[in-house]
C-alpha cells in the first residue's frame, strides 16, 4: 500500500495521506448466478445421463436375459441335441442345430457344453472344447438359469438350460449368451438426449439468472454484494465513531439501529436491535418518543441519572415511510454547569441592587452628618435596621435553608429598586437543603422572580407573591404576578431555549425558563404556567432526603 507524502514542520505537524487500491473487478452477481445455475445444471445432466445408461443396461439385461433363455430352452428340447449329445463326434452332429438357433435368434454365441461346462458344440468352433464357468452355485442345474456370464473372454449376458435324458437326468447344458454393448455406444445413444436437455437447462439458467439478477439489483439498488458489505462496514465505522447516540425505529416499532453511545446512554443490552421499543427497559417518556411518527426538535428526558436531549426525524425510501432516527445528547453536565451559572448570576445581580440600595443610604447618612443633623441620622438608621431585620426575620422564620433566603433577601432588595413589592406568603417553609438541590432550587426560585419582576416593571403598587415549601419529599415553588399573563398559544414555546417574549435588544434572553424546564426534568419534577389574575409559575422538584 503506497503512502503519500509525509511533511514535517517546524512545529512537528505530520500530514499522512494514505491510498488503497481496490481489488480487481469481480463478476456480477447476475454473472455469480448464471454460473452457479449451469454448473448444478450440468452435474444434474451428468447424473441423469449416468442413471439413463445404468437404466439401459438393466433393461437390457431383463428384455435379452428373456430372450437367451427361451432360445436355451428351444435349443435343449431339440431332439438331435437330447439324442446326440454324448455322441463323440457331437461338435460335428450338433453344429447345424447351434449355428440355425444362432442364426434365429442374433445371438454373440450359442453352444452346448456337458455338465461340467466343458464346450462340446459352439457357433464359435475354436472354443470347443474350453471350459465354461456353469458352477451350481448360480441355480441347481437341473434348473434354466439366465445372469452375467463369462464366455470366451467377454462379459455376456447368457441363459443356462439343461439337457434332459428321459429319465430326468441331466446330461448337458444349453448356452445362449449375447454381449453386452459397450458403455461408450450407450453413452453415444444418450448425447443427443443429453445436449438437448443440457441447452434447454442452460437457456432456462440464462433466464432465470437475468430475472434474479433484475430482482436482486430492485431490492439492494443496484449494488453488489461487496458494495453493500463496504457499505455496511462504513455504516458502523460512522455510527460508531460518532458521540452523539443514534438509534432508528422501524414503522413496526422493532430497533433497527442502535450504537454504542445510544447503548450507553439508555441503559440497553448489545442485543437490542430487533427488539420492539416496548420490549426494552425504557422511560416511558423515551419509548413515547421514540415510537412518535413526527419530527421533533430538543426534547428533554430523563433517563436513570441523565438528562437527555433528543431530536427525532422520520426517514423514507421513496416515497415509503420507514422509521424514525433519533439522535441523542447528554446534558447532564451542562444543565449543573447552567443551574450554577444562573445561581451565581442571580446573586450578582442581587448583590449589585443592594450595593447600589447602599450607595443611596450611603449618601443619605453623608449628606444628614454634613448638615448637622445627628438625631435625623441616628433615627434614619434605625429605621433601616428594623427593615433589614423584619425582612431578615421574617425570611428566616420560614426559609432554613441559608441559601435560599439569601437569595429571596436579596431578591427583595432588587424587587424594591424597581418599586416592586416581593412578599413570602406566611404558608411557604423549606428546611435545609443538600448543596446540589439547594442549587436548583436557587436556579427555579431566581428566574421565576426576575421573569415575574419582568413582566410587571412599570405598574404601580405591584406585588409578588412567593410561595416555598417542602412536604412529602418533594419541593413545590409557586412565584405569582399581576401582571398580563401568558397567551394560551406560548404555554409551551416559552420554556423553549432560545424564545422570549422580550424585545428584541434583549439579546441573550430565553435561556431562564428553558434552564428551569432542564432542572425539573432532571429531577424528574415538572414546571407548569397557568394564568389567575395575572400568571402563576410552579415548579416541582421531587427529592429523596433532606437535611436535618
Not at 8 to 24: H, L, Q
Not at 83 to 95: E, G, K, P
Not at 312 to 321: A, H, L, Y
Request: aromatic share 4%; charged share 20%; hydrophobic share 45%.
Amino acid at each position: 500500500m503506497p503512502r503519500g507524502p509525509v511533511t514535517v514542520s517546524e512545529s512537528m505537524k505530520v500530514v499522512v495521506f494514505v491510498v488503497t487500491f481496490r481489488p480487481g473487478r469481480r463478476l456480477s452477481l447476475s454473472r455469480q448466478f448464471l454460473l452457479l445455475q449451469l454448473g448444478v445444471i450440468t452435474i444434474v445432466l451428468l447424473a441423469v445421463t449416468m442413471v439413463s445408461v445404468a437404466q439401459s443396461r438393466a433393461d437390457f439385461v431383463d428384455v435379452h436375459g428373456q430372450r437367451m433363455l427361451a432360445i436355451a430352452e428351444n435349443l435343449a428340447s431339440t431332439p438331435v441335441v437330447r439324442d446326440d449329445i454324448s455322441a463323440a463326434q457331437a461338435s460335428v452332429i450338433l453344429a447345424p442345430d447351434v449355428d440355425k438357433a444362432r442364426a434365429l435368434s442374433g445371438a454373440s454365441i450359442v453352444a452346448v457344453t456337458d455338465p461340467k461346462g466343458v464346450v462340446l458344440a459352439s457357433s464359435e468352433p475354436e472354443t470347443v472344447g474350453d471350459a465354461v464357468d456353469v458352477a451350481a452355485s448360480r441355480a441347481a442345474l437341473g434348473r434354466s438359469w439366465t445372469g452375467d456370464l463369462t464366455f470366451g473372454g467377454r462379459q455376456t449376458i447368457a441363459a443356462r438350460v439343461p439337457v434332459l435324458k428321459a429319465d430326468g437326468t441331466v446330461t448337458g447344458l444349453a448356452l445362449v449368451a449375447e454381449d453386452y454393448p459397450a458403455f461408450g455406444s450407450a453413452l453415444a445413444a444418450a448425447v443427443p438426449d443429453l445436449m438437448f436437455f443440457l441447452g434447454m437447462g442452460a437457456a432456462l439458467g440464462v433466464a432465470g439468472s437475468w430475472l434474479l439478477s433484475r430482482l436482486i439489483r430492485r431490492r439492494t439498488r443496484g449494488l453488489e454484494p461487496e458494495e453493500i458489505a463496504e457499505l455496511a462496514d462504513n455504516r458502523e465505522a460512522l455510527l460508531y465513531s460518532i458521540r452523539e447516540g443514534v438509534i432508528g425505529v422501524g414503522p413496526d416499532g422493532r430497533v433497527t439501529l442502535l450504537n454504542q453511545p445510544a447503548t450507553e446512554l439508555l441503559g440497553l443490552q448489545g442485543d437490542s436491535v430487533g427488539k420492539r421499543a416496548q420490549e426494552l427497559p425504557l422511560e416511558d417518556n423515551i419509548r413515547e418518543l421514540l415510537l412518535g411518527t413526527t419530527n421533533a426538535e430538543e426534547t428533554m428526558a430523563v433517563s436513570g441519572s441523565r438528562l437527555l436531549v433528543l431530536n427525532r426525524r422520520t426517514v423514507g425510501s421513496r416515497g415509503r415511510p420507514i422509521g424514525t432516527v433519533t439522535t441523542l445528547r447528554d446534558r447532564t453536565e451542562l444543565a449543573e454547569l447552567q443551574s450554577q451559572l444562573a445561581a451565581n448570576q442571580s446573586i450578582t445581580e442581587t448583590l449589585r441592587a443592594q450595593t447600589h440600595e447602599f450607595y443611596n443610604q450611603l449618601h443619605t447618612v453623608s449628606g444628614m452628618l454634613q448638615l448637622g443633623d445627628f438625631t435625623e441620622v441616628k433615627t434614619f438608621i434605625r429605621a433601616l435596621t428594623r427593615r433589614r431585620a423584619e425582612i431578615n426575620g421574617e425570611i428566616a422564620r420560614h426559609i432554613r435553608d441559608s441559601s435560599v433566603a439569601a437569595l429571596l433577601v436579596a431578591k427583595i432588595s432588587l424587587a424594591e429598586e424597581s418599586g416592586i413589592e416581593l412578599r413570602l406568603d406566611n404558608e411557604s417553609h423549606l428546611d435545609p437543603l443538600e448543596p446540589s438541590l439547594a442549587a436548583d432550587a436557587i436556579t427555579v426560585l431566581g428566574n421565576f422572580i426576575d421573569n415575574a419582576v419582568d413582566a410587571i416593571a412599570g405598574l404601580e403598587d405591584a406585588t409578588v407573591f412567593v410561595h416555598i415549601s417542602d412536604r412529602d419529599s418533594m419541593i413545590t415553588i409557586r412565584v405569582s404576578d399581576p401582571g398580563p399573563g401568558v397567551p394560551e398559544d406560548l404555554e409551551q414555546r416559552i420554556f423553549t431555549r432560545g424564545f422570549s417574549t422580550k424585545p428584541a435588544p434583549a439579546a441573550g434572553r430565553g435561556v431562564g425558563l428553558a434552564l428551569v424546564r432542564l432542572v425539573c426534568a432532571k429531577r424528574k419534577g415538572a414546571v407548569t404556567v397557568r394564568n389567575e389574575a395575572g400568571a402563576v409559575f410552579e415548579a416541582t422538584l421531587p427529592h429523596s432526603a433532606v437535611l436535618p
